[in-house]
């Protein structure tokens, strides 16, 4: 079944469909979902935010509104979906999480971890002195538990990084990280043992995957289309941040983004990825591991966990940030887009058109300007599988490392036969008014050997393609040095026998 996803839609195309949404979107009528140990049924608006809906429907104020854009992870909850015979869990900013998207799953917040005792998590917090004003312990604490539930095995360097998407800042995180460590030591010693038995979940866990199977059967049975239309937002990790009131006041539906759908998949030589597919689907995705093995690395600089659980590439794409991290990757694979028609996917009968085809490169004719139709939206992303000749490389220079945006971000493919290159393609992101493919570049190293004189010319022309610009992220001549260091970066990463950094200045 394929599903149109809003997210991916600009903001000034949401507003042309918002106004079309009588004609377009189903509303749902009831919005079923377990949080915690009690089924909740409500007719409320589903743009209305998780963390509004715990707090003031709910009265679970354990869930705390920090920062409201996912930076702070004050507001981190767990989210379960049944897949088979197991509920698959990952943690998420309420923040940012429409409640229409929590339809047939499991919503655990800080409560639904309360117990008689203290876990062993949160004991640790303690012992460790891991807080002190307390607003920010219940998102450590969900993600902490959450990397016991996502893990078969553990270690203090893994369960540190999954505290990515939460900040303290009175505490300091050294407490907290040992906290982590002494964590992992009490389940490590309980190897065997489930978590429920090891005091980690409250027994009602037990419960949870058959009661999410007759949930399942209640929604289905209960109006099908009318209860899950086909329009969503998936992920609006973005749209949530800048639109919320506009999404509010509409008629927008929200469907369940399932996990299980198959959303990276290999077509004859091309790799083929779902708009729907997020961040961690990406990073995850054995497909993109076997020809990118450093996936993982470049997509940790992407937002924190929670972020990276919900945001989708569809929306990284038509969002058109010049920064935007996955443009930037799939630009330098010289990625082709298919657009289809919304009015097409709504439709009972399908016309049998598979939609319009556009090359990511020549999709951005502008500033925040796409070559898209008003009804149009974006439905998967494909690319030639990479040859054995081939290497990649991603590099992104911002003011912190992790959980911050790009002040410059390039990526690098190249192909190269008998020590000529044979095919290349490079992008770079913050130097221009969109995500830039640098055409003049490529064209120059194309079936030239690679020697420190041809590259210094590269990142000359390189320098030349760009129309950086002076904000926050640093000034003209300051990005114009990044992006001529970050080409001299991908070649001495990719082939160090071949040049060295005094060559190149």
Wanted: aromatic share 10%; proline share 4%.
């Amino acid at each position: 079944m394929i599903y149109a996803v809003i997210t991916f839609i600009t903001r000034y195309d949401l507003l042309f469909l918002l106004k079309q949404s009588q004609k377009i979107i189903t509303v749902f009528k009831k919005i079923s979902f377990i949080c915690n140990d009690k089924e909740i049924i409500t007719e409320i608006h589903p743009a209305t935010t998780l963390l509004d809906f715990l707090r003031k429907n709910l009265s679970l104020t354990g869930t705390k509104e920090g920062c409201r854009e996912g930076d702070c992870g004050a507001c981190t909850i767990l989210v379960g979906e049944l897949l088979g015979d197991e509920v698959v869990y990952k943690t998420m900013n309420s923040c940012l999480l429409p409640i229409g998207s929590v339809i047939g799953k499991h919503v655990v917040s800080i409560e639904g971890l309360n117990m008689e005792g203290l876990s062993p998590v949160q004991m640790a917090m303690v012992e460790e002195g891991g807080t002190q004003c307390g607003f920010c312990t219940p998102g450590f604490i969900i993600s902490l538990s959450a990397y016991f539930l996502t893990h078969k095995t553990y270690n203090p360097e893994e369960a540190v990084e999954s505290l990515d998407g939460n900040i303290c800042r009175c505490t300091g995180h050294t407490a907290i990280k040992r906290a982590a460590a002494r964590s992992v030591d009490f389940f490590n010693e309980h190897k065997g043992e489930s978590l429920v038995s090891a005091g980690l979940l409250p027994p009602y866990f037990s419960d949870i995957p058959a009661r999410l199977k007759t949930l399942a059967g209640q929604i289905h049975s209960n109006g099908g289309e009318d209860i899950l239309p086909r329009y969503q937002v998936g992920g609006g990790t973005d749209l949530f941040v800048q639109k919320w009131e506009d999404l509010y006041r509409s008629d927008v539906g929200f469907i369940n983004n399932k996990q299980h759908d198959q959303k990276i998949t290999i077509s004859g030589r091309e790799c083929i990825i779902n708009a729907s597919a997020t961040v961690t689907d990406i990073m995850n995705s054995d497909i993109l591991l076997k020809y990118f093995p450093g996936i993982k690395s470049y997509f940790s600089l992407f937002g924190s966990l929670p972020i990276r659980n919900r945001a989708t590439l569809g929306g990284n794409i038509v969002n058109a940030s010049p920064i935007a991290d996955m443009t930037n990757f799939f630009l330098a694979l010289n990625s082709k887009i298919l657009l289809v028609s919304a009015n097409s996917m709504t439709s009972k009968k399908k016309n049998g058109s598979r939609g319009r085809e556009v090359y990511l490169k020549d999709f951005y004719l502008g500033y925040k300007t796409l070559d898209k139709k008003p009804d149009e939206i974006i439905k998967s992303l494909s690319f030639k599988l990479p040859s054995p000749d081939s290497v990649f490389s991603y590099e992104k220079v911002s003011r912190r490392t992790y959980l911050d945006i790009a002040s410059v971000n390039t990526s690098f493919f190249v192909e190269i036969k008998n020590n000529i290159i044979n095919e290349i393609h490079i992008s770079a992101g913050g130097v221009a008014p969109v995500p830039l493919y640098l055409i003049k570049t490529r064209e120059f190293l194309l079936n030239k050997k690679i020697e420190p004189g041809i590259i210094a010319e590269a990142a000359r022309i390189a320098v030349s393609e760009s129309s950086p610009i002076t904000d926050a992220r640093g000034s003209v001549m300051y990005k114009k040095l990044l992006l001529r260091q970050l080409i001299f970066a991908h070649f001495l990463k990719l082939f160090p026998r071949m040049v060295n950094f005094e060559e190149l200045i």
